[in-house]
């Protein structure tokens, strides 16, 4: 294959020094009918390819090719004006088109010339600008689409790679083939200039420097010019209709042959109708039923024969596939398919359609896979396919959020509307229809568009039904993102830090941790939305205390210290604003850690109900407080402490920040807010 690989590189530097030397008449004529069977190779290759990118070295190979015509052509106008005569093939073509009269064999040529130039080769050229330019035109939209199957789960990634490549591939085949047909074109022009030259060229040289008589010269350079043009213009036409057949293919998953068969024969009555008026033109026309007639049965059988098959392709069709239900809905297979529950669920009512739909210019997917890259970093996890889908079901402007095919959350848009909420003074003139923002639960309004511009002014938070969606998506996404990684999902995460730091997993992974129990502390650490994005430093620290300890909890705590920068910064507020923390008594402390019930299963907290309500109450009453001021708060606690009271508090309190002294970076400033005494 590397010694074949060489031939187009020869066969180029062979086609330059043509130019320059002579060859005789019996190479060139071998060279001619070399040059004719390469373009009918191509032109059956351009025929029997599915789709144009099979045939994808075309535009270079009818750039060699026409170079090699032209080559061809020079060298047979050298032999033809020095010695009269130019090889048994261009003498053969030139008699063959000429015969006995020169001006009949002329027009012939010239005929042919116009239909090379005009017809295959302007159309051609057109066909190729206009696919270049839709093509082009196309590919942002095609990119979207492909987008918008990853992210519905549709494709897998490298699908989605193998069809950016194919249209990147199919952007730069229009390209060039736009590019290559103007050689074509050039070519045609340069054929009909070489046979003139050599016309009138070779009638001076017959009459003046060899002696020969008028009709003996316009005769003689007349039949080889046109025999030369001729055996030059017959590949050219054979290469620019192979032209016209690779740009002018359309997507199909068949050779050219075989669809304009399937497609000219796929309506029997049409056949029919056109046998009958063959038919009537033969009876009733000095035409004659003789020569219609045949014509007529041939159509007329055709017609028949294509209905027959399709009856029978109908009926093995049909009992094909229902042998194919049968047996997928008695496998094994499909019952795994029916309990099989997707990650993350989005369904919607048909009127939530448009927003969903990029035809329609809705751009909620390409939101999704904003969504999914923020999360990455947001938290360290790869969110899994979110499976969209319509429910008739539903109302119109409803949707449902499934996590593992629970309902997680429902809400219901108002058509035409925005939602608005409110900054530290509402405006009375900004009156819309009172709801709840979903993702926050925070007081909202729908309002309509000629509201929208005042609500703006007056410090709302305006925000369009494709943005709340994609902020409860969010939301509700960071909220269960413990649940959303499982073994497989940290397995996958083991492996990619496994590629950078092999000693750190293999250290880890099986002697120490099983992936279950990683599993378990990187879920308890996203349950309270710590992100796990610094897996390394994690899986360090588990390194570390997995020595001493397999309680989960403990495991977590010693993580959540090794992340003590990474958690208050996650806390502080934007700039040198110092971390607002409420505190809980020492009595209090003390009476909870007097309550921890150590157990073979774990370590659990066993608290009196009333001593319990009091310690939310104590709570959720200087939160509240704090928030009247504008000030966002968190708990701190003893290290020994901290994952029972966020236990304790995620039920009723599940928003609040529970950190240990221990998980506080000792640079950042911290005022109190309040001491809980129970």
Do not use: C
């Not at 990634?157 to 074109?185: C, H, L, N, P, W």
């Amino acid at each position: 294959m590397r010694s074949l690989s060489l031939l187009p590189i020869i066969g180029v530097i062979s086609i330059v020094t043509m130019l320059v030397i002579p060859m005789s008449p019996v190479l060139l004529s071998l060279l001619l009918i070399i040059n004719l069977a390469t373009s009918l190779t191509v032109l059956l290759v351009a025929m029997t390819t599915k789709e144009p990118l099979q045939f994808s070295a075309f535009p270079s190979l009818l750039l060699i090719m026409t170079l090699f015509r032209l080559a061809l052509n020079i060298s047979s106008t050298r032999l033809i004006l020095t010695q009269g005569y130019a090889g048994q093939v261009i003498e053969t073509f030139g008699s063959f088109v000429i015969g006995s009269n020169v001006v009949v064999g002329m027009i012939v040529f010239i005929i042919l010339v116009i239909v090379q130039f005009i017809v295959i080769t302007k159309g051609a050229e057109r066909v190729a600008e206009v696919a270049a330019r839709f093509t082009l035109d196309a590919m942002p939209g095609k990119q979207i689409s492909i987008d918008a199957d990853l992210n519905s789960g549709l494709i897998t990634e490298a699908e989605a790679r193998t069809r950016r490549r194919t249209i990147e591939q199919e952007a730069d085949f229009y390209g060039a083939m736009d590019g290559a047909s103007k050689f074509v074109k050039g070519d045609a022009i340069a054929t009909m200039i070489i046979v003139a030259v050599n016309i009138l060229g070779g009638f001076v040289i017959g009459m003046v420097q060899q002696g020969m008589g008028f009709q003996t010269a316009l005769s003689t350079y007349t039949l080889l010019s046109v025999g030369d043009g001729l055996v030059s213009q017959m590949p050219a036409l054979l290469l620019s209709t192979a032209t016209g057949l690779i740009v002018t293919r359309s997507g199909t998953n068949q050779d050219f042959g075989s669809d304009m068969l399937d497609q000219l024969l796929s309506y029997p009555v049409t056949l029919y109708i056109v046998a009958g008026v063959l038919t009537v033109l033969g009876l009733f026309s000095p035409i004659g039923i003789f020569v219609t007639g045949p014509v007529a049965l041939l159509l007329a059988y055709s017609a028949y024969s294509m209905s027959r098959r399709r009856a029978a392709l109908e009926v093995r069709e049909r009992q094909q596939a229902e042998q194919e239900q049968a047996k997928t809905t008695k496998s094994p297979e499909s019952m795994y398919r029916l309990i099989q529950i997707e990650p993350i669920e989005f369904e919607f009512g048909y009127a939530i359609v448009p927003l969903a739909d990029a035809s329609q210019g809705g751009d909620l997917l390409e939101r999704v896979a904003l969504i999914r890259r923020q999360v990455a970093l947001d938290l360290g996890i790869v969110v899994p396919m979110i499976r969209f889908r319509d429910n008739i079901q539903l109302r119109p402007n409803e949707y449902v959020i499934r996590i593992h095919g629970t309902e997680a959350a429902r809400y219901e848009l108002l058509p035409g509307h925005f939602l608005a909420m409110a900054g530290a003074v509402a405006d009375p003139n900004v009156v819309g229809i009172s709801t709840k923002e979903p993702a926050f639960g925070l007081p909202a309004e729908w309002i309509g568009e000629s509201v929208r511009e005042r609500a703006l002014m007056s410090g709302y938070t305006v925000v369009d039904p494709p943005s709340l969606i994609a902020t409860h998506l969010t939301e509700l996404i960071k909220r269960f993102a413990g649940s959303l990684v499982g073994r497989q999902e940290v397995k996958g995460l083991l492996d990619s830090v496994k590629e950078r730091q092999p000693v750190l997993v293999e250290e880890l992974v099986p002697q120490l941790l099983t992936v279950g129990e990683i599993q378990k502390v990187l879920a308890n650490l996203l349950d309270e939305r710590v992100s796990i994005r610094d897996l390394p430093s994690i899986l360090e620290a588990l390194s570390d205390q997995a020595r001493f300890t397999k309680d989960v909890d403990l495991l977590t705590e010693a993580v959540r210290q090794r992340l003590s920068r990474q958690i208050t910064a996650q806390i502080r507020a934007a700039g040198a604003a110092p971390i607002t923390a409420i505190t809980l008594s020492q009595a209090t402390e003390r009476s909870i850690e007097e309550h921890l019930s150590r157990t073979d299963q774990g370590t659990y907290l066993a608290l009196d109900p009333r001593v319990a309500q009091q310690l939310l109450k104590g709570v959720a009453d200087h939160m509240g407080r704090l928030a009247a001021l504008g000030k966002s708060a968190v708990l701190l606690v003893s290290p020994n402490i901290r994952a029972h009271v966020r236990k304790l508090l995620q039920r009723s309190l599940p928003d609040v920040f529970v950190l240990s002294y221990a998980e506080l970076d000792p640079d950042a400033p911290i005022e109190s807010g309040g001491v809980v005494n129970v």
